[in-house]
């Protein structure tokens, strides 16, 4: 490829991240998904962690994450 040949630095460098990255660039090309909700959520996970500064076993960790990332609804209905 020719940007491996150019004399500029950052352009050498932006064409390894691209041949790197090729097979998900790709990837995303074809099926238009990322993984972005994912990270989002291992995020969320990794936060409410931190928060805890440690459970007393994994059942409480999975029970918290179960309650801040499981969406439910937990308010009464109004009738």
């Not at 150019?6 to 041949?19: C, E, F, N, T, Y």
Request: glycine share 8%; hydrophobic share 40%; with cysteine.
């Amino acid at each position: 490829v020719w940007v491996n040949r150019s004399d500029l630095a950052p352009m050498r460098k932006v064409g390894g991240l691209i041949q790197r990255h090729l097979e998900n660039i790709l990837t995303f090309c074809r099926h238009r998904i990322t993984n972005g909700v994912a990270e989002g959520l291992n995020s969320k996970i990794m936060a409410i962690k931190r928060k805890a500064c440690g459970y007393r076993n994994r059942e409480h960790f999975k029970t918290a994450i179960y309650f801040f990332c499981g969406g439910l609804n937990l308010y009464p209905a109004s009738s």
